[in-house]
């Protein structure tokens, strides 16, 4: 569904191991050997993959047009056998991506095609919940749904709730630092785990963060957090649990006007409220949604907001009252409040479906994410509607507004080239609009491969080397997960030099990008 050019892995500026010529099919043919006879060493035959059909399902994330096989796979059972697979692949100069459970939006885990992929899924235990503490240890390959599942005896839940959480692994938010709907008031992964262990790129222990609220020394936890597997590979995470609040309440807000609504978002964290969650959709979202999971949405609405209180019946009450204030004085058309918590429930399946919703009416769909500031929400929608009309594609918009956090969903049909070409360049434009309006070019779903180009946008080349020199700290000769989330400098040299309309410059965008510092 999602779909971009797929990359030229050996030349692409960012080559696999830095320094070293890329290896010929000769080369990968016997370094395929080597290694697949090292992880029969360590793995049973059936956690070896290495021929075609058997590795071909790891090929690709979420973004499905980037497609790479690797060597060979490995799904290792224990804490200890990942450790081992790394200490092999270091011995043998050999890249390593991890993976999670594959629904990455970036392409963060496709495959090097001169390395191992290490897949995590096996490691999936539960291993100890301590309703006193409100903690639990769980391994990397737990899915972020099953925490809260398990938790749910003690009356626990563990907060972050990306829209995948039935299938993304703990070991992947921790990477992607994920967010969800509810993070506005409790946070994103890095504001809900104490503690990772796992491995260096050379197999020796790794042991960032403690179960005590603050950690000494400088806070490598919250780096090593959204990291990309760049520094080391994660097997086990503690993660804070909550009390499940309550009760929770969800107002469904209309608006005749994109703008007013985004305007009512600011307005609402301007009044003093958090609220559980504040997402917003835009007219052709809602109709796609409706049309799917029928969650009561208002079609004639030019945009809703789904506001949700959480709480005590006490505290959600006054908060709610509050809320329905503020969003009527922001020019609300109609105001509908959840009266159980099937309705409740029927309200969020809609915007939990927004992306299998606009599969239904596309062929294709690149999903954007941006964050802005939240008062520029109505200019980065006004400016989207306006690229539609220059790129002559449509667009979607659904986005966890509280945080600025946009998915703008661009439509299009990747069996017609130049469409495939356009929906690219207006991904960029979006990208470097956020950009413009002080904005960062990911929310949640990460750099990978598919923004390594924005990047370059974003961040001077100092800044850039920074990262490149924080990253060789943990792994000198670069190879955990080659390729992805930085760029290396001489590519940002190319794209700079490259053709503005190649990055979506408008010439809004143009004027825009003038008051940029140059980098
Ligand atoms: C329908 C849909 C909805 C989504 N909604 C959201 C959302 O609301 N919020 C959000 O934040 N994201 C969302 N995502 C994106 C994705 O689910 C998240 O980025 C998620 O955190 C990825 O987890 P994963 O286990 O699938 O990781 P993978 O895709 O397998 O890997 C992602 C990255 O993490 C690294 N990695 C994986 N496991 C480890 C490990 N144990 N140690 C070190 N590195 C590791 C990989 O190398 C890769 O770079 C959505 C995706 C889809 C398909």
Redesign the pocket.
């Known amino acids: 569904m999602h779909a971009a050019t797929a990359p030229n892995l050996s030349s692409d500026g960012n080559p696999a191991s830095p320094g070293l010529k890329p290896p010929t099919p000769a080369d990968l043919a016997s370094r395929q050997q080597a290694v697949v006879s090292a992880l029969h060493k360590l793995l049973p035959p059936q956690s070896v993959l290495w021929q075609a059909e058997a590795v071909t399902p790891f090929e690709c994330?979420?973004l499905s047009a980037y497609r790479q096989r690797p060597l060979a796979v490995a799904l290792p059972e224990t804490h200890e056998q990942v450790g081992q697979v790394l200490a092999a692949c270091h011995a043998l100069g050999v890249p390593v991506?991890?993976?999670?459970?594959?629904?990455?939006?970036s392409g963060?885990?496709l495959p090097d095609a001169g390395g191992v992929t290490l897949s995590?899924a096996r490691l999936n235990r539960i291993r100890h919940i301590d309703p006193l503490a409100r903690t639990a240890v769980v391994e990397?390959g737990v899915r972020n749904l099953a925490i809260s599942e398990a938790a749910a005896a003690h009356g626990l839940y563990y907060a972050p709730d990306?829209?995948?959480q039935i299938?993304?692994?703990i070991?992947?938010?921790?990477?992607?630092n994920?967010?969800?709907v509810h993070c506005l008031k409790y946070g994103l992964t890095v504001h809900n785990v104490l503690r990772v262990r796992?491995f260096t790129v050379e197999g020796e222990p790794l042991e960032l963060g403690s179960e005590a609220p603050d950690a000494a020394g400088l806070d490598l936890l919250s780096a090593f957090i959204g990291s990309?597997?760049l520094l080391?590979?994660?097997?086990e995470v503690t993660v804070r649990l909550l009390p499940r609040p309550q009760v929770a309440r969800c107002v469904l807000a209309s608006f005749d006007d994109v703008g007013r609504a985004g305007d009512a978002v600011a307005a609402i964290i301007a009044a003093g409220l958090i609220p559980a969650g504040l997402e917003m959709m835009d007219q052709p979202m809602t109709r796609a949604v409706e049309d799917f999971v029928h969650a009561g949405y208002d079609l004639d609405a030019a945009a809703i907001l789904l506001v949700e209180s959480d709480g005590t019946p006490q505290e959600v009450e006054e908060e709610i009252e509050r809320l329905t204030a503020v969003v009527q004085a922001a020019g609300a058309t109609r105001i509908e409040l959840s009266q159980d918590e099937a309705q409740r429930l029927r309200f969020w399946s809609g915007r939990k479906n927004a992306?299998p919703a606009t599969g239904r009416i596309s062929p294709d769909y690149l999903c954007m994410d941006a964050s802005i500031p939240r008062k520029a929400l109505a200019t980065m929608l006004a400016a989207i509607s306006r690229m539609e009309g220059e790129f002559g594609l449509r667009c979607c918009n659904v986005f966890h507004a509280g945080d600025g956090n946009m998915h703008p969903l661009i439509l299009f049909d990747a069996n017609d080239p130049d469409e495939l070409h356009r929906a690219e360049a207006f991904g960029n434009a979006i990208l470097r609009q956020a950009v413009a309006l002080g904005g960062s070019i990911t929310g949640?779903?990460?750099v990978?491969v598919e923004k390594l180009d924005a990047m370059c946008v974003q961040f001077t080349d100092a800044e850039r080397a920074q990262m490149l020199a924080f990253k060789a700290a943990f792994d000198p000769d670069g190879r955990l997960?080659p390729g992805?989330a930085i760029p290396m400098l001489a590519r940002c040299g190319e794209v700079r030099s490259g053709p503005a309309q190649a990055m979506g410059q408008t010439p809004a965008l143009r004027e825009a990008l003038a008051t940029l510092p140059r980098f």
């Not at 070991?171 to 992607?176: C, I, L, T």
């Open positions: 994330d979420g991506v991890a993976r999670g459970g594959g629904t990455g939006l963060g885990a995590l990397c990306p829209s995948s299938a993304c692994t070991g992947g938010n921790v990477a992607e994920a967010g969800g796992g990309e597997g080391g590979v994660v097997t992306f949640e779903h990460g990978g997960n992805k």
